[in-house]
């Protein structure tokens, strides 16, 4: 059996590695140290020891995706082969519908899209392209992300192209420590739906919406593509690695970060705010109203 120690002595080496900021990595080290000298997880169960230790990671670094998760079901500690983890993500994202929950024309001939998670393009690209092929009649456009908790950068992407005309556009850059390496993402000149363009889009948020959701409703909103309508995201904008260090415990650890090219920064920590600031539940008649009065 794994003891506490050894969980965060794992969690630590593989934040050390890892963290796309290493001085911020060592400052976690320390604060972590000194509550395991303090004795502060001791007579805790493991869920109970990610929650503490989670908490304290987060004091010590203000990051909300450097933290530990509990897995009621035992996974395995060797590295999982790529392929097996490709084939496993791709089951996760077909059963979510590619994260296309619903798709729908409202009154006034207003589109709508209900997306909870955003896979990778390679993936998602049919479910994508058949929702904006049924959204393309529409005269405006709602984008649900209230519920959507992260996704890939590569289908932000690809959702991103579909409201800009070309390739010219530049969404965003990725800086990964790993490589010491910049990726840029630009809009994509082939689809394979029609392109959403002249045409008004809001997008509804909440405290829920996280990581690559954000990053899609960051993009609308920087490059004036889309009116932001609800609340302050949750504020993740760094692409985070997964490592097991006990067979219930993993350690998720942000490699990277995201640089965009119009703010120079991103929505770590602040969350993405609205433009149209209602609660959660107010958002979609507050989207509508908006589009309506510019509809005329």
């Given amino acids: 059996m794994t003891t506490h120690h050894e969980v965060v002595e794992a969690a630590l080496a593989r934040i050390a590695t890892g963290y796309v900021f290493p001085a911020q990595a060592a400052a976690v080290d320390t604060a972590l140290r000194r509550r395991l000298a303090e004795g502060a997880y001791q007579g805790l169960d493991e869920r109970e020891l990610c929650e503490r230790v989670t908490g304290d990671l987060q004091q010590a670094c203000p990051d909300k995706h450097l933290r530990l998760l509990w897995s009621e079901e035992p996974q395995p500690m060797d590295e999982e082969p790529e392929d097996v983890a490709r084939a496993r993500f791709a089951r996760y994202a077909r059963e979510s519908n590619y994260g296309v929950r619903r798709v729908e024309q409202l009154d006034g001939n207003i589109g709508y899209l209900d997306l909870r998670m955003i896979p990778p393009a390679d993936l998602g690209g049919p479910a994508i392209a058949a929702a904006m092929q049924l ?32 390739d010219e556009v530049h969404l965003n850059d990725i800086y990964e420590r790993s490589t010491d390496s910049v990726r840029q993402y630009w809009t994509l000149g082939h689809l394979t739906a029609p392109r959403y363009l002249d045409r008004p889009v809001t997008v509804l948020t909440s405290g829920t919406t996280f990581s690559g959701g954000e990053e899609l409703a960051y993009n609308l909103k920087v490059l004036g593509r889309a009116t932001v309508v609800g609340g302050t995201t949750g504020g993740g904008a760094h692409p985070t690695a997964r490592f097991p260090v006990s067979p219930h415990v993993t350690v998720t650890v942000p490699t990277a970060r995201s640089v965009n090219p119009v703010t120079g920064t991103n929505w770590e920590g602040v969350g993405v705010e609205p433009d149209l600031a209602v609660t959660a539940d107010d958002a979609l008649g507050a989207a509508l109203e908006h589009l309506r009065t510019l509809l005329g």
């Fill in 135 to 166: 959204l393309s009649p529409t005269e405006a456009l709602v984008i649900d992300l209230r519920q959507c908790r992260g996704g890939s950068p590569e289908g932000v992407q690809l959702w991103c192209s579909y409201f800009f005309a070309g």
